[in-house]
C-alpha cells in the first residue's frame, strides 16, 4: 500500500506531464494493486484526487487510453466509487471514446459505462445525457455479423452494459426499445446462439424488456419465438432452461407470441419436460414441471393459439393435457384444469367436451379434493365447470350427471375464490325451472348463500350470492322457493341488490322481488318493508341516470307491492304519482306505457 500512495503521487505528476512512458509503468502499478484489493485501492484512488486527472487521460489519441478505461471499470465495481466517478466528469470522456476504432479501448470503454452504471441513477442519467446508449446500439448493429471470438466479446460487453444502463428502469427500457434495440439482440441471437455468454447476455437483457407492455409489438415483428425454442431445444442444463422461461413467460402474455410459440413447436418441448419430470421429487424438476405446466395454460389463453392446440378435440396436446387431470400429482392436476376452462372459452369446443367425458373427469378430480383438499386445484376445477356450463345445451348434461352435488359438497368452503367459483358454476346451471327449484329449497345452501350476502371483504362472492339468490326465484318462480328465501333473510340482500352500481344485477334484483310480490307477498311483507323497499323504488324512479329497464321493472314491481297494505301506504305517503306521471312522456315505449297502467294502478287505487 506503501507503494500504491507512492505510484498514486507520481501519477499526479505524470498525468500532468503527459509522460507517456512513465504514466504507462504506474497505471500498471495501479491495475496490479486492483487486482490484489479492489476495494481499498479504490478508497485510495477517490482520496488521492486522481479521478479528476483520468477524464484529460481519456483521449482517443492516448496509448494509455484503454488502460485508463480498465482502471475506471474496476473501481467501479465498487458502489461507492460510482458517484464520484460521475462527478470526475468521466461520463462525458468515455462516452466520446465509444467512436473509437480500436477494439480494446471499445472493451475498457463499455466496461467502464457497464460498471458506472450498475444500479446507480446518477452513472444512468449521465450516460443518457451523453447519448452513450444510441452509440453502443449502433455499434451492436454493426458488429452483429462478426463472429471472431474478439468481436463476440466487445458485443457481450456491449450487451452488459446497455442492461446495467436500463435495468429496472421504464423510462430508459422505453428508450432502448425506440432506438431498435429488439431486432438488433434478436438478429445476435440467431447468430451467435453458439456463445454461451452472448446468448445469456441477450436472454438478461429480453428478460427486463420483455417486461414492458411496449416491447410486446416490437418482439412479435421479429422471429424471438423461433430462436428461443430453438436455443431451448438445445438446452440441457436447468439453470439455462430457466433463463429462457424467464424470457417467455412475459413474452406469452401477447396473443401474437403465443401463436407464433405454438408454430415454432414450444408445445412439444413443454409436454417432453412434463414428461420427464412429473415423478421426480428434486427441487429443480418440481420447479420446471410447475413452470412448463403454468406456461402451457398461458398459451391457452390466447383464442388463435387455444383452437391451434384443440383441433376439434382431436389434438394431440389436448389429449395429453387431459390425461393430467387423473395424474396424481397436485400441480398437473391444476395445469389440466385450467388448462381446461382455457379451451372452453367457446361454445364449439364445451359441447364437444361435455360429449366427450370431460364433466365427469372434472367431478373426480373435485371428488378428490373435497376433505383438506388443494384450494387452487378447487378452484382451477369449479372455474372450467362454470365455462362448460355456459352453452344451454349443455346444461341438462351436467346436471344429469350430477354437477350440482358435487358442487356442493365445497359450500362449508372458507377460501373465497373456492367460493366465487362454486356460486357461478350454479348460477350458470339453474336456467332450468327444475334444477332452480331443487337449489332453491334446499335450506343449508340458501342459508350460505345470505351469509356470503354479507361478505363485504370479498365483493365478487357477495355479488355472485346476491345474483344466484336472485336466479333461484326468477328460474324456478317457485312459492317454496320463495319461502325458504324468507326464512333465511335473504329478501333485504335482494331490496340492497337493486341499487347496484350494475344494470344487471339491479335489474335481477327487480325481476325477482317482483316474483315475490306476486306470488308470496305476505311472508316478505316486513322484510320488505324494512329493507327501506319502497324508498329505494322511489329514488330509481326519480333519478335521471336510471336505465329504462330499471325504471319499467321498478313501477311493474310498485304495482305488485299494491296488494300489501302497509307497503301500499307506504307508496301513497312517497306520493309516487308525480315521479310516474313524468315518466309517461320518456323517449322509451315500454317505460312510457308501463307510466301509464301504474298512474292508473295508482289514481284508481287512492
Given at each position: 500500500?506503501?507503494?500504491?500512495?507512492?505510484?498514486?503521487?507520481?501519477?499526479?505528476?505524470?498525468?500532468a506531464?503527459?509522460?507517456?512512458?512513465?504514466?504507462?509503468?504506474?497505471?500498471?502499478?495501479?491495475?496490479?494493486a486492483?487486482?490484489?484489493?479492489?476495494?481499498?485501492?479504490?478508497?485510495?484512488?477517490?482520496?488521492?484526487?486522481?479521478?479528476?486527472?483520468?477524464?484529460?487521460?481519456?483521449?482517443?489519441?492516448?496509448?494509455?487510453?484503454?488502460?485508463?478505461?480498465?482502471?475506471?471499470?474496476?473501481?467501479?465495481?465498487?458502489?461507492?466509487?460510482?458517484?464520484?466517478?460521475?462527478?470526475a466528469?468521466?461520463?462525458?470522456?468515455?462516452?466520446q471514446?465509444?467512436?473509437?476504432k480500436?477494439?480494446?479501448?471499445?472493451?475498457?470503454?463499455?466496461?467502464?459505462?457497464?460498471?458506472?452504471?450498475?444500479?446507480?441513477?446518477?452513472?444512468?442519467?449521465?450516460?443518457?445525457?451523453?447519448?452513450?446508449?444510441?452509440?453502443?446500439?449502433d455499434?451492436?448493429?454493426?458488429?452483429c455479423?462478426?463472429?471472431?471470438?474478439?468481436?463476440?466479446?466487445?458485443?457481450?460487453?456491449?450487451?452488459?452494459?446497455?442492461?446495467n444502463?436500463?435495468?429496472?428502469?421504464?423510462?430508459?427500457?422505453?428508450?432502448?426499445?425506440?432506438?431498435?434495440?429488439?431486432?438488433?439482440?434478436?438478429?445476435?441471437l440467431?447468430?451467435?446462439?453458439?456463445?454461451?455468454?452472448?446468448?445469456?447476455?441477450?436472454?438478461?437483457?429480453?428478460?427486463?424488456?420483455?417486461?414492458?407492455?411496449?416491447?410486446?409489438?416490437?418482439?412479435?415483428?421479429?422471429?424471438?419465438?423461433?430462436?428461443?425454442?430453438?436455443?431451448?431445444?438445445?438446452?440441457?442444463?436447468?439453470?439455462?432452461?430457466?433463463?429462457?422461461?424467464?424470457?417467455?413467460?412475459?413474452?406469452?402474455?401477447?396473443?401474437?407470441?403465443?401463436?407464433?410459440?405454438?408454430?415454432?413447436?414450444?408445445?412439444?418441448?413443454?409436454?417432453?419436460?412434463?414428461?420427464?419430470?412429473?415423478?421426480?421429487?428434486?427441487?429443480?424438476?418440481?420447479a420446471?414441471?410447475?413452470?412448463?405446466?403454468?406456461?402451457?395454460?398461458?398459451?391457452?389463453?390466447?383464442?388463435?393459439?387455444?383452437?391451434?392446440?384443440?383441433?376439434?378435440?382431436?389434438?394431440?396436446?389436448?389429449?395429453r393435457?387431459?390425461?393430467w387431470?387423473?395424474?396424481?400429482?397436485?400441480?398437473?392436476q391444476?395445469?389440466?384444469a385450467?388448462?381446461?376452462?382455457?379451451?372452453?372459452?367457446?361454445d364449439?369446443?364445451?359441447?364437444?367436451?361435455?360429449?366427450?367425458?370431460?364433466?365427469?373427469?372434472?367431478?373426480?378430480?373435485?371428488?378428490?379434493?373435497?376433505?383438506?383438499?388443494?384450494?387452487?386445484?378447487?378452484?382451477a376445477?369449479?372455474?372450467?365447470?362454470?365455462?362448460?356450463?355456459?352453452?344451454?345445451?349443455?346444461?341438462?348434461?351436467?346436471?344429469?350427471?350430477?354437477?350440482?352435488?358435487?358442487?356442493?359438497?365445497?359450500?362449508k368452503?372458507?377460501?373465497?375464490?373456492?367460493?366465487?367459483?362454486?356460486?357461478?358454476?350454479?348460477r350458470?346451471?339453474?336456467?332450468?325451472?327444475?334444477?332452480?327449484?331443487?337449489?332453491?329449497?334446499?335450506?343449508?345452501?340458501?342459508?350460505?348463500?345470505?351469509?356470503?350476502?354479507?361478505?363485504?371483504?370479498?365483493?365478487?362472492?357477495?355479488g355472485?350470492?346476491?345474483?344466484?339468490?336472485?336466479?333461484?326465484?326468477?328460474?324456478?318462480?317457485?312459492?317454496d322457493?320463495?319461502?325458504?328465501?324468507?326464512?333465511?333473510?335473504?329478501?333485504?340482500?335482494?331490496?340492497?341488490?337493486?341499487?347496484?352500481?350494475?344494470?344487471?344485477?339491479?335489474?335481477?334484483?327487480?325481476?325477482?322481488?317482483?316474483?315475490?310480490?306476486?306470488l308470496?307477498?305476505?311472508?316478505?311483507?316486513?322484510?320488505?318493508?324494512?329493507?327501506?323497499?319502497?324508498?329505494?323504488?322511489?329514488?330509481l324512479?326519480?333519478?335521471?341516470?336510471?336505465?329504462?329497464?330499471?325504471?319499467?321493472?321498478?313501477?311493474?314491481?310498485?304495482?305488485?307491492?299494491m296488494g300489501?297494505?302497509?307497503?301500499?301506504?307506504e307508496?301513497?305517503?312517497?306520493?309516487?304519482?308525480?315521479?310516474?306521471?313524468?315518466?309517461?312522456?320518456?323517449?322509451?315505449?315500454?317505460?312510457?306505457?308501463?307510466?301509464?297502467?301504474?298512474?292508473?294502478?295508482?289514481?284508481?287505487?287512492?
Open positions: 500500500m506503501d507503494n500504491l500512495s507512492d505510484t498514486l503521487k507520481k501519477l499526479k505528476i505524470t498525468a506531464d503527459r509522460t507517456e512512458g512513465s504514466l504507462e509503468g504506474c497505471l500498471d502499478c495501479l491495475l496490479q486492483l487486482a490484489q484489493n479492489n476495494a481499498e485501492t479504490s478508497e485510495k484512488i477517490q482520496g488521492s484526487g486522481i479521478l479528476q486527472l483520468f477524464a484529460n487521460l481519456l483521449t482517443p489519441q492516448a496509448s494509455c487510453t484503454a488502460k485508463v478505461a480498465d482502471i475506471i471499470a474496476e473501481v467501479a465495481k465498487n458502489e461507492f466509487m460510482r458517484i464520484p466517478c460521475v462527478d466528469g468521466l461520463i462525458s470522456p468515455l462516452v471514446l465509444l467512436n473509437s480500436d477494439q480494446e479501448v471499445l472493451l475498457q470503454t463499455g466496461r467502464a459505462l457497464g460498471n458506472i452504471c450498475y444500479d446507480s441513477h446518477e452513472g444512468r442519467s449521465a450516460v443518457d445525457q451523453a447519448g452513450g446508449a444510441q452509440i453502443v446500439i455499434h451492436l448493429r454493426s458488429l455479423g462478426r463472429t471472431d471470438p474478439a468481436s463476440e466479446k466487445l458485443m457481450t460487453v456491449f450487451c452488459g452494459m446497455l442492461m444502463y436500463s435495468n429496472e428502469n421504464d423510462s430508459l427500457q422505453a428508450q432502448l426499445i425506440s432506438m431498435g434495440v429488439i431486432p438488433t439482440l434478436v438478429k445476435l440467431g447468430i451467435h446462439c453458439h456463445n454461451a455468454a452472448l446468448t445469456e447476455m441477450c436472454l438478461v437483457a429480453f428478460g427486463n424488456l420483455a417486461e414492458l407492455e411496449s416491447s410486446k409489438e416490437q418482439f412479435a415483428s421479429t422471429n424471438i419465438a423461433e430462436e428461443l425454442v430453438k436455443l431451448f431445444k438445445k438446452q440441457i442444463e436447468h439453470d439455462k432452461r430457466e433463463m429462457i422461461f424467464e424470457v417467455l413467460a412475459p413474452l406469452a402474455e401477447n396473443d401474437a407470441i403465443k401463436l407464433q410459440l405454438v408454430e415454432a413447436g414450444l408445445v412439444e418441448c413443454l409436454l417432453e419436460i412434463v414428461q420427464q419430470k412429473v415423478d421426480s421429487n428434486k427441487e429443480d424438476d418440481v420446471e414441471l410447475k413452470t412448463a405446466s403454468d406456461l402451457m395454460v398461458l398459451l391457452l389463453l390466447g383464442d388463435e393459439s387455444m383452437q391451434k392446440l384443440f383441433e376439434g378435440g382431436k389434438g394431440s396436446v389436448f389429449q393435457v387431459l390425461s387431470i387423473p395424474s396424481n400429482n397436485h400441480q398437473l391444476l395445469a389440466g385450467l388448462a381446461i376452462a382455457n379451451f372452453a372459452r367457446n364449439g369446443n364445451c359441447i364437444h367436451m361435455v360429449d366427450n367425458g370431460i364433466v365427469e373427469k372434472l367431478m373426480d378430480l373435485l371428488d378428490r379434493h373435497v376433505e383438506d383438499g388443494n384450494v387452487t386445484v378447487q378452484h376445477a369449479l372455474s372450467a365447470l362454470r365455462n362448460l356450463a355456459i352453452p344451454v345445451v349443455n346444461k341438462a348434461k351436467m346436471l344429469s350427471a350430477g354437477v350440482t352435488e358435487t358442487v356442493l359438497k365445497f359450500l368452503s372458507e377460501m373465497p375464490p373456492v367460493q366465487f367459483k362454486l356460486l357461478g358454476t350454479l350458470m346451471l339453474i336456467d332450468a325451472q327444475e334444477a332452480a327449484e331443487q337449489l332453491g329449497k334446499n335450506a343449508k345452501l340458501v342459508e350460505r348463500l345470505v351469509e356470503w350476502c354479507e361478505a363485504k371483504d370479498h365483493a365478487g362472492v357477495m355472485e350470492s346476491n345474483r344466484l339468490l336472485s336466479a333461484l326465484i326468477r328460474h324456478s318462480k317457485s312459492k322457493v320463495i319461502k325458504t328465501i324468507v326464512q333465511s333473510g335473504g329478501i333485504k340482500h335482494l331490496v340492497t341488490m337493486a341499487t347496484s352500481e350494475h344494470v344487471i344485477m339491479q335489474n335481477e334484483a327487480l325481476v325477482a322481488l317482483a316474483l315475490i310480490a306476486a308470496e307477498l305476505g311472508p316478505a311483507e316486513k322484510d320488505l318493508a324494512s329493507a327501506q323497499l319502497v324508498q329505494i323504488l322511489h329514488r324512479l326519480a333519478d335521471e341516470r336510471s336505465a329504462p329497464e330499471i325504471k319499467y321493472n321498478s313501477m311493474v314491481l310498485i304495482c305488485a307491492l300489501s297494505e302497509s307497503l301500499y301506504k307508496v301513497q305517503d312517497l306520493a309516487f304519482l308525480d315521479v310516474v306521471s313524468k315518466l309517461r312522456s320518456h323517449e322509451n315505449k315500454s317505460v312510457a306505457q308501463q307510466a301509464s297502467l301504474t298512474e292508473q294502478r295508482l289514481t284508481v287505487e287512492s
